[in-house]
């Protein structure tokens, strides 16, 4: 029944016995012979394209509204009202989102990079990224 559940759902019991472990981790052998067959447990790197970061950018409950408020403003500033100022502001404060959404979102592991050197120092941090954890591959 165990093996039906997810992995967070499961025993500390049924964990080790479902990875063929226990509590004092995996012999030397054991864990070569599971990066032989399993490979290093990295995440792959995902390339996206530039243009579609930056329209993402728009998808944003907030930026719907600022746009709407900016067409607004732009209608009464042709129908002769002084609303121009206002226009620019709001456009502006979209693009201001758009910008900063963009750079700050192109790389959103920088945080959790710098973490990880503050914590264990950047002499050690290139032995403890390849840590190994080797889990089978369950469905």
Not at 42 to 47: A, H, N, Q, R, Y
């Amino acid at each position: 029944m165990a093996s039906n559940l997810k992995w967070y759902q499961q025993s500390i019991e049924d964990v080790f016995q479902n990875l063929a472990a226990d509590i004092t981790g995996l012999t030397s052998n054991e864990a070569q012979e599971r990066l032989k067959k399993y490979g290093l447990n990295e995440l792959p790197t995902l390339k996206s394209n530039v243009l579609k970061r930056l329209l993402r950018q728009f998808n944003n409950p907030m930026v719907y509204v600022l746009i709407v408020a900016a067409v607004i403003t732009g209608i009464l500033t042709l129908r002769g009202e002084h609303m121009l100022p206002d226009t620019a502001v709001i456009l502006g404060v979209v693009i201001l989102n758009v910008v900063l959404g963009f750079l700050v979102g192109r790389n959103p592991l920088v945080p959790v990079h710098c973490a990880w050197s503050c914590i264990v120092g950047r002499e050690r941090e290139a032995e403890l990224v390849r840590i190994i954890l080797v889990f089978p591959q369950h469905a």
